[in-house]
């Protein structure tokens, strides 16, 4: 180690420099890395460093009014490992990019890193902040959570340029050739969400308004755009906005939508021909009844591993699901037991209680066989004038129940030389991505629920931060997928690694990034990303506007 020390001098101005560096040895090479810059340190500074230096092998030969170790100390800065990591793979991605280098673009790129880390509000991400190094990492300025609401209001402002820029960087020369699309609610604990309504929830939270989330990916599950809707939007109505997405932001040409059965329907249809667009989706029960009647499909065609069927323009892929029948048949069976046991539970209470109504007890079965769904071929009935119940199981209905057990059926309008029906059938499998997709943002890593916003603005910046943020964690799962250990679990091990601050009368120097012991080293160069050495020092300052109460409820 010793120290680089220039002066130059430009227009009668003298300028000086000096570093603190190491030499090391690589492949036989001289190598040199700076350690630290002490361009800042006054002459004194520099003076007692360079003494140092040279009684290094007889440090006792020093004599002062201060011991040498008293010159700089060092001491644990910010965690560094797991914003530098995110920072480094946000760049590689082109998030960063399509966020811009201002001070909006870095808010907004905090929040999507903040988000991966540790899930929270504008308010934890601000907390948060004070203990990773992002201000210095990151360029950014001193900043609260006000800051935060407001950039969320400027990221769907910019949203539409934001995916543009993104999808430009995923595909610079050839567009995708198919777009999966999927929706999901998300529920809201408040009532004053501008877009919460009243809808169907598919988190089963009764009583509780909800938002519609609309997911558009590429054909290998890569989240592209998403989109927030009124909690009572129905699925079909989504659509619209999608294809246009597609056709005037994308740029079109002749691609194939995929959606969930329910999703694409006639006027659906219609509009994506109008663009030159194709389609595959599935079919619903009814509607796959009423073509078993009408004669396009025949059951027999579901007892091949694969079949397929024309019937106009319109071309059907159908298939059984050995898996799926045995789930749904032992469901029913189970429903059963469960109901019949129900029905043995209230004929021992008619028993013991006389002035117990039969009525009643028969009501209370007949509801609950309706909402086992168990009553197209399962009735309940007194048994003669006794104050008994039985179950009445109509064996040709529950064979006819059965008959469509695991079948479904795939539709599209893609002609055999176009696309094979094996591919049809895997393309519109590939869905299960969204629904990754959706695991993943809502619940699993990065907890898209509860919406900690109100206004609409809001709402969808705080999507748009959701989805670049699965964008980043996906990246990182498939760059981990080799080790034992998931997303979140990677994440806090990048947390453990902190910076070394070096501090000279009371004044930091510098902070520098320390080798990582091994296990995590392993995980750092999973990712690909390089740690930097010397972090340079930033001096913002974060802190929230609003404290914690003072007087906190504790459960043991």
Not at 407 to 424: A, F, M, N
């Amino acid at each position: 180690m010793y120290l680089d020390k220039s002066q130059v001098t430009i227009k009668g101005k003298v300028y000086s420099r000096c570093l603190l560096r190491e030499s090391y040895r690589e492949t036989g090479k001289v190598k040199h890395r700076t350690v630290a810059n002490l361009s800042k340190c006054s002459p004194e500074e520099i003076a007692a460093i360079t003494l140092a230096f040279e009684h290094k092998h007889n440090l006792e030969a020093l004599k002062g009014p201060a011991p040498l170790e008293n010159l700089y100390t060092t001491r644990q800065g910010a965690s560094v490992g797991a914003v530098a990591i995110l920072h480094g793979l946000a760049g590689e991605l082109g998030i960063a990019a399509a966020l811009g280098h201002d001070r909006q673009g870095k808010l907004a790129l905090w929040q999507v890193i903040a988000r991966v880390i540790d899930q929270g509000s504008r308010l934890s991400a601000v907390r948060l902040a004070t203990s990773h190094a992002c201000c210095d990492l990151l360029g950014l300025e001193a900043f609260n959570e006000d800051h935060l609401y407001a950039n969320l209001a400027w990221l769907a402002e910019n949203q539409r340029g934001i995916e543009l820029r993104l999808f430009q960087k995923a595909y610079p020369q050839t567009k995708p050739p198919l777009f999966l699309y999927d929706v999901t609610s998300s529920y809201l604990e408040g009532q004053n969400n501008e877009l919460g309504a009243f809808g169907y929830n598919r988190d089963g939270k009764r009583g509780k308004k909800q938002i519609v989330i609309g997911l558009l990916c590429d054909g290998q599950g890569v989240a592209l755009a998403i989109e927030v809707f009124a909690g009572n939007t129905l699925d079909p109505k989504t659509m619209p906005s999608q294809i246009e997405k597609v056709a005037a932001q994308f740029g079109g040409g002749e691609v194939t939508f995929v959606g969930d059965r329910g999703m694409i329907k006639g006027p659906q249809i219609k509009e994506l021909g109008e663009h030159g667009f194709h389609y595959i989706t599935a079919i619903t029960k009814p509607q796959i009844r009423a073509l078993l009647k009408a004669d396009v499909l025949q059951m027999s065609l579901f007892d091949q591993l694969l079949a397929e069927v024309w019937d106009g323009q319109v071309r059907y892929v159908l298939r059984r699901n050995p898996r799926r029948t045995q789930e749904m048949r032992a469901s029913r069976e189970s429903k059963l037991a469960a109901l019949t046991g129900r029905v043995q539970e209230a004929n021992s209470y008619l028993a013991g209680h006389p002035r117990a109504a039969v009525a009643t007890a028969l009501k209370a079965l007949r509801k609950r066989t309706a909402k086992l769904k168990l009553t197209s071929w399962v009735g309940v009935q007194q048994v003669g004038r006794r104050r008994q119940v039985e179950l009445r199981v109509d064996e040709c209905a529950r064979v006819e129940e059965e008959k469509l057990d695991g079948c479904y059926v795939i539709k599209t309008d893609l002609r055999p030389e176009q696309i094979t029906k094996e591919d049809v059938h895997a393309r519109y499998k590939d869905l299960a991505f969204v629904e990754q997709a959706f695991r993943t943002s809502k619940t699993v890593e990065l907890e898209m629920r509860p919406i900690h916003v109100r206004k609409e603005e809001s709402t969808r910046g705080h999507a748009l931060v959701v989805m670049l943020a699965y964008r980043l964690a996906r990246e990182l799962g498939r760059r981990w997928a080799d080790l034992d250990l998931t997303v979140g679990e990677g994440i806090k091990q990048l947390g453990t690694l902190c910076a070394t601050e070096v501090i000279s009368g009371g004044k930091v120097l510098c902070s520098t990034v320390p080798e990582p012991r091994p296990e995590l080293g392993e995980i750092i160069a999973r990712t690909g990303i390089a740690l930097p050495s010397v972090i340079k020092r930033e001096g913002a300052r974060v802190a929230t506007k609003k404290k914690l109460q003072k007087r906190r409820v504790i459960r043991s």
